[in-house]
Nanobody
Framework: QVHLVESGGGLVQPGGSLRLSCAAS????????MGWFRQAPGKRREWVAT???????DYADSVKGRFTISRDNAKDTIYLQMNSLKPEDTAVYYC?????????????WGQGTQVTVSS
């Protein structure tokens, strides 16, 4: 259905910042929610943040106060502003869509974008 492409990852020092982007092939402004997930080496994929249709947001405790999820409907793009990065934030970051409240997150995970936090 909707094709999502993540970008913006890279290598940063602890305490640094990155802004990830998730470009969609079509408008997601009417979707119930968009979200960011991440998967570190040797670990299962975990949920990071959600932005709902009305603009409300929710965050995992591990990133609360440091990460901000936002959207630009005109550009069909979702963002994840990552500040005060820690080594434990190192992971491949993925975005995903939840078109309706009665649906779960999609299972068509893309390439993701690598974030490495290291000195």
């Amino acid at each position: 259905q909707v094709h999502l492409v993540e970008s913006g990852g890279g290598l940063v020092q602890p305490g640094g910042s990155l802004r990830l982007s998730c470009a969609a092939s079509r408008s997601t402004s009417g979707f119930y929610a968009m979200g960011w997930f991440r998967q570190a080496p040797g670990k299962r994929r975990e949920w990071v943040a959600t932005i709902f249709r009305g603009g409300n947001t929710d965050y995992a405790d591990s990133v609360k106060g440091r990460f901000t999820i936002s959207r630009d409907n005109a550009k069909d793009t979702i963002y994840l502003q990552m500040n005060s990065l820690k080594p434990e934030d190192t992971a491949v970051y993925y975005c995903n869509a939840r078109p309706q409240a009665t649906m779960i997150w999609g299972d068509n995970w893309g390439q993701g974008t690598q974030v490495t936090v290291s000195s």
